[in-house]
C-alpha cells in the first residue's frame, strides 16, 4: 500500500467531484482529498510526493473541465472552514485561497477597504482567481496581494513572494506546483457610499461586457486580442448539445442543464478550429482539461 493510499479518513480512492463541481458537471478522482487543515493538507501533499502521484487542486471548477471519467493522480479540494475563513486585520484582508471571491469582495465592503470591487460578479474562489492572473497580472489582482501563504509541492508550509510573482516569470505555472492556502491582501481604507457607488459601476459594466451568470465558464482561450479574434470570426452563439458561445463574450462558454463535459470541450475545439479557418491563427486554450 502507497502512503497515499495508507492516509485512510484523509484520502477517498475513487472519490466523486461532483459535489465540488459547477453546473452539475460530474467526475471522479483516483484520490481525493478534502483536507480540514493546513497540517493534514501537508500530510497529503507529503504522501503524494513520496508516491509519485501527480496532484491538482479544485477551486470552484469554474475553469476546469473534466474530461474523463476518472482524473488521475490527487484532486485536492480546500473548502474546510480552514480554507475558506475570512478575516479583516486593518486595513488588511486574509482570506482562505478556498473563500468565495463574493465573500471577500463583501466583508471588504463592510470593513471600508477598497481595491477588489472590480471583481463582483465573477465566480470562483481567491486561488483560482489568483491562478487565472499571474503572470498576467490581469485587472491587478496581484497588486493588492501582499502575502500569499502555500504549501510547496514536498509538503512544506511556505510563503510565496508577491513581488516576484508580480513581474512575472512567464511560465504557466509560476506558483511552481505549490498549493495556495491563504492570501493577504492590503487595501485602500475607503467612504461607505464610494465603495458601494464602485461596486455599483463595475457591476453595471460586467453586466454589459461580460456574462454574469453562474452557468457560464471561460475564459476559454488566453490572450488580450483574443476575445476581437473570435468575435470576427463569427463565432458568436456557435453551439454544441448543452454548450453554447456567450454572445456577450465570445471567450465564455454558456452551460445549459444538463451539462456535458464533452459538449464543453467539442464546442472550444470547434471555436479553435474556426479561429484558425478563418485567420489561420492557433490560439491558445486557456481553460483547464482534466
Ligand atoms: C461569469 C464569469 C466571469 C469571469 N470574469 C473574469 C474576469 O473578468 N477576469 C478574469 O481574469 N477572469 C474571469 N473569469 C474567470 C474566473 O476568474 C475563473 O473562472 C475563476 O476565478 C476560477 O476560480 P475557481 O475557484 O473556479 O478555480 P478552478 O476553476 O477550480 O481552478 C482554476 C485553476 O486554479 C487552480 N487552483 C485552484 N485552487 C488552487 C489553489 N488553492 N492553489 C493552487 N492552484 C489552485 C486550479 O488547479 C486550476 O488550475 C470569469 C469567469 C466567469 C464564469
Redesign the pocket.
Same mark, same amino acid.
Given at each position: 500500500m502507497g502512503a497515499l493510499e495508507a492516509l485512510t479518513g484523509l484520502v477517498r480512492k475513487g472519490g466523486d467531484l461532483s459535489p465540488y463541481l =459547477?453546473m452539475g458537471l460530474t467526475g471522479r478522482a483516483e484520490f481525493l482529498a478534502a483536507p480540514q487543515s493546513r497540517a493534514d493538507l501537508e500530510r497529503v501533499m507529503a504522501a503524494a510526493k513520496a508516491d509519485e502521484i501527480s496532484l &491538482? +487542486?479544485?477551486?470552484? $471548477?469554474?475553469?476546469?473541465i473534466v474530461a474523463r471519467e476518472e482524473v488521475p493522480g490527487l484532486v485536492?479540494v480546500?473548502a474546510a472552514e480552514a /480554507?475558506t475563513k475570512v478575516e479583516v486585520r486593518g486595513e488588511w484582508i486574509v482570506a482562505g485561497?478556498?473563500a468565495?471571491?463574493s465573500a471577500v469582495i463583501e466583508v471588504a465592503a463592510r470593513a471600508g477597504l477598497s481595491g477588489l470591487e472590480?471583481?463582483v460578479? @465573477? =465566480? $470562483?474562489? #481567491? *486561488? $483560482?482567481?489568483? &491562478?487565472?492572473?499571474v503572470p498576467?497580472g490581469?485587472?491587478a489582482?496581484i497588486d493588492h496581494v501582499q502575502r500569499i501563504r *502555500?504549501v510547496s509541492a514536498s509538503g512544506r508550509s511556505e510563503e510565496l513572494d508577491a513581488a516576484m510573482l508580480r513581474q512575472g516569470n512567464n511560465s504557466h505555472?509560476p /506558483?511552481l506546483g *505549490? +498549493?495556495? #492556502?491563504e492570501v493577504e491582501f492590503q487595501l485602500d481604507v475607503q467612504d461607505q457610499e464610494s465603495i458601494d457607488q464602485r461596486l455599483k459601476r463595475c457591476w453595471i459594466e &460586467?453586466r454589459i461586457k @461580460?456574462?454574469? &451568470?453562474?452557468n457560464? #465558464? $471561460?475564459?476559454v482561450f488566453r490572450g488580450a486580442d483574443v476575445t476581437d479574434l473570435l468575435r470576427k470570426s463569427d463565432v458568436a452563439r456557435r453551439g454544441e448539445g448543452c454548450a453554447e458561445v456567450c454572445d456577450r463574450n465570445p471567450n465564455?462558454i454558456v452551460v445549459r442543464s444538463p451539462a456535458n463535459a464533452g459538449e464543453i470541450i467539442g464546442l472550444i475545439e470547434a471555436m479553435r478550429l474556426r479561429v484558425r479557418e478563418r485567420f489561420h491563427v492557433d490560439v491558445e486554450r486557456q481553460i483547464?482539461i482534466w
Open positions: =459547477p &491538482r +487542486v479544485l477551486g470552484s $471548477g469554474h475553469h476546469v485536492l480546500l /480554507f485561497a478556498g468565495p471571491l472590480h471583481l460578479g @465573477e =465566480p $470562483g474562489t #481567491v *486561488a $483560482g482567481a489568483l &491562478r487565472l492572473r498576467e490581469e485587472d489582482l *502555500a505555472d /506558483f *505549490a +498549493v495556495i #492556502v &460586467r @461580460e456574462p454574469l &451568470r453562474n457560464t #465558464v $471561460g475564459p465564455y483547464n
